[in-house]
């Protein structure tokens, strides 16, 4: 059955270093792969996707994500934090259908 | 760019009350859905309404029922509110059209309604 996980529940950086969130998909065809972004007391906020092509995606907000078929990955990345940055960030997968996956959501801190 | 409003940010409950989560979206989305979201769980499809009059349930469907009456609006009904559906509950749109390129592809969340059962 096709999931996503996120194993890292809770991360936090320091203000101005990078990040990594992690993400792992699970399905055998190729997958469509999102990475949402939820603000305190607001709706999730699509970041970027993966449908196909080049494997290295830019989002909003200074974001991109790699597509890793060998790893089963779907990394997020931020060269550089900013305290705005701290959320609650979601993988998400898709075959095509309204059924989307979403993964247990990575809780972000940003220490100034 | 596509609004989803729910009409409650907080709501507390009393435990046998019926509720009704009412979500409105503005740009003509065939798609509706309603999420709940509790912590270590993340998001949980509870009905999926792909068109007018249309439904299908999602993950977790049992203690609800939803109503579409309009293309706009999606209502999510707890028929009789238990304490353990103290969640947040997130509604969502989309355009119903799928391609492999799908540039336009995501889901419009509203801000979500906060409901406390006790």
């Known amino acids: 059955a096709q999931s996503v996980t996120q194993p890292d529940i809770h991360i936090t950086v320091s203000e101005g270093a990078s990040l990594e969130l992690r993400c792992n998909y699970s399905?055998?065809?190729?997958?469509?792969l999102f990475w949402y972004v939820q603000s305190p007391g607001q709706g999730l906020q699509l970041l970027l996707k993966?449908?196909?092509?080049?494997?290295l995606v830019q989002g909003i907000k200074g974001f991109e994500a790699e597509f890793k078929r060998s790893q089963s990955s779907f990394n997020l990345r931020k060269p550089s934090v900013h305290w705005s940055d701290a959320a609650e960030y979601f993988c998400?997968?898709?075959?095509?259908?309204?059924?989307?996956?979403f993964g247990t959501g990575t809780r972000l801190k940003v220490l100034a | 760019d596509v609004k989803v409003t729910q009409s409650s940010r907080y709501l507390v409950k009393r435990t046998g009350e019926k509720v009704f989560l009412e979500c409105v979206q503005d740009m003509d989305h065939e798609n509706m859905f309603w999420y709940r979201q509790d912590p270590g769980l993340g998001l949980r499809l509870i009905y999926f309404s792909y068109d007018v009059k249309m439904k299908e349930k999602g993950d977790i469907p049992e203690g609800y029922s939803v109503s579409r009456e309009k293309k706009e609006r999606f209502s999510l009904i707890l028929e009789s509110a238990s304490t353990n559906q103290t969640s947040m509950y997130l509604c969502?749109?989309?355009?119903?059209?799928?391609?492999?390129?799908?540039?336009?592809?995501?889901?419009?969340f509203g801000s979500g309604t906060q409901l406390s059962v006790l």
């Open positions: 998400a997968t898709t075959s095509g259908t309204y059924k989307y996956i």
């Open positions: 969502a749109s989309r355009r119903d059209r799928w391609d492999s390129s799908a540039t336009n592809e995501k889901l419009f």
């Open positions: 399905y055998g065809a190729t997958p469509y």
């Open positions: 993966y449908f196909s092509g080049d494997t």
